[in-house]
Every structure is written in C-alpha cells, then in structure tokens.
C-alpha cells in the first residue's frame, strides 16, 4: 500500500514569512497527526484530526499555527508568521490499526 | 502525564556486538509503549510495540524489547549489530489502545563501528 505522502520535502523560508506543509495520508485511515521534531529532539504532537474533527490541539501554538483537514482526507498545517524557532521537521503520520509516518518536510527559518 | 526518558543521547557500538538501549516511562496507567527508528532522512519506522501479555516483545530487524512494570522500563536490545542498524532510536508512549497519540523521548543515535 502507498505510504503517507507528504510535500514539500524541503523549505526555506524567511521569518515573518507563512509556510504551508501538505500531508496525504494511507487511504482509508481516518486518524491524521501532525508532529514537529525540533533537532535534537523527539517528535511533539501538535494537532490530531478524526476524520475532519480535531481531536486534540492542545500543543498547537494556535497564534501561528493552523491546520485543518476539511474533507477528512488531505491536510494542511500552516505557519503565519514563521519564526526563527519552527525551524524543523514537520512530520505528518495516519493510523488505523496502526500508525504510519511520512517522510517530514525540513523547514529552515533564516 | 505520559512522559518518556531515554538516558543515552549517543552510543557507539562495533558491528556484531550486541546493543542495548535505555528507556523509561512515567505514565500512571497501563502504558502502551513503542519502539521507532529513524534513518537520516527517512520517516519514523515502528520497530515493535507492547500493549499487554507476553512482557518480552519481538519486532523487526531482529529487535526485541522487554517490558518491566517494576523499573517503567521498555529497553530495546538486539544481540548482533549490523552496520545498517545505524540510526536514531525513539521510544514512545501512547495513552490508550489504538491512541496513537504519542509521547516521545529525545531518542538516541546509534552509531556502528567496522
């Protein structure tokens, strides 16, 4: 079966700038997660999506940050503004049985 | 709170040795705990994972990890390293069956010697 997609791979930006990261996640797997993984550390949870209803957002900085995943599919999480300290790996995983990671997107915030 | 300590931020071990890697857990219910791995510039991979029974859990790659309540321990082990085993470890708990909303430790990175 196809693996969680994610894309870009790779994106540098400058702070103040906005950033959008998009996740295609295992067919058929209604559970979505977005994590960070700052460097040097393990990944944090920031947003849980059923379908396409938030779970849990209690570590998403909602000040910046927003994700939304509308026909409980696809998702997107968006930073506005970025600032120097998002500079990491932003992981996208799905779960039914089981949960599957994708490969990240490496944000860079000069 | 779950939370998840890895006390080794770096090992190094020779290739054929065998490779043991810390993990400790605070949760104040039944813990459901994994095990992933991360090669550079790869996506996490699960290894193994314990939700009950058997306190002795194999996975993949020849990974297995003993579960002991006593100590809140989940140490990973593998008896024979090979070189492509280099990569950073995670350990991980999760609230509840089928909850895959993990908590991570900082992981560490396994390096192996020729």
């Known amino acids: 079966e196809a693996g969680v997609a994610q894309s870009p791979r790779y994106k540098i930006i400058e702070k103040r700038q906005s950033v959008a990261f998009w996740c295609n996640p295992i067919s058929g797997h209604a559970t979505l997660y977005w994590y960070q993984q700052i460097l040097g550390q393990g990944p944090k949870l920031l947003i849980q999506?059923?379908?396409?209803?938030?779970?849990?957002d209690s570590q998403l900085p909602k000040d910046r940050f927003s994700a939304e995943r509308l026909k409980g599919v696809d998702s997107t999480l968006k930073i506005q503004p970025a600032k120097l300290e998002d500079s990491a790996v932003y992981l996208c995983a799905s779960s039914s049985h089981e949960q599957f990671f994708g490969p990240g997107t490496r944000l860079t915030v000069l | 709170a779950q939370s998840v300590t890895q006390p080794d931020i770096h090992i190094t071990v020779s290739e054929g040795a065998s490779l043991e890697l810390r993990c400790n857990y605070s949760?104040?219910?039944?813990?459901?705990l994994f095990w992933y791995v991360q090669s550079p510039g790869q996506g996490l991979q699960l290894l193994l994972k314990y939700f009950s029974g058997d306190t002795l859990v194999q996975g993949i790659k020849g990974f297995e990890a003993e579960f002991k309540r006593s100590q809140s321990s989940f140490n990973l082990r593998k008896p024979s390293v090979h070189w492509s085993d280099a990569a950073e470890y995670f350990c991980a708990v999760g609230p509840t069956l089928g909850d895959y909303k993990l908590s991570f430790g900082a992981g560490t990175t396994v390096t192996v010697r020729a």
């Open positions: 949760y104040g219910a039944t813990p459901y």
């Open positions: 999506f059923q379908n396409n209803g938030v779970v849990d």
